[in-house]
């Protein structure tokens, strides 16, 4: 299993940045694939960017960037020039052999 915690999500005001770190501990070996997905309340989640475990990354939003940094087991989302648009509760995921997991959400909130 893998254990995953959020941290970062704050009330920021428009035009200010975040970064997001998600913390993996447990079978991080097993870990393929790491992603960041954010919520609306009463919307679908939806996926904002990932890496593999290769390193192969990609942003769906593209003024977010996504890293990873392996000596600490911690994604990072990268979050410059925040609006109210991008107020979400954002969650990191992984893929595993084994199937995924979630943590449990950092919120974010973009207001002047």
């Known amino acids: 299993q893998v254990q995953l915690v959020e941290s970062g999500g704050g009330l920021v005001q428009p035009g200010e940045s975040l970064r997001l770190a998600c913390s993996a501990s447990?079978?991080?070996?097993?870990?393929?694939?790491w992603a960041w997905f954010r919520q609306v309340p009463g919307q679908q989640r939806e996926l904002v960017a990932w890496?593999?475990?290769?390193g192969y990354h990609q942003s769906v939003k593209g003024r977010f960037t996504v890293s990873r940094d392996d000596a600490e087991n911690t994604l990072y989302l990268r979050m410059p020039n925040l609006n109210p648009d991008d107020t979400s509760m954002y969650y990191c995921?992984?893929?595993?052999?084994?199937?995924?997991?979630w943590g449990q959400g950092t919120q974010v909130t973009v207001s002047s």
């Open positions: 995921k992984v893929e595993t052999s084994n199937g995924a997991y």
């Open positions: 447990g079978n991080v070996e097993s870990i393929n694939t």
């Open positions: 890496i593999t475990k290769n």
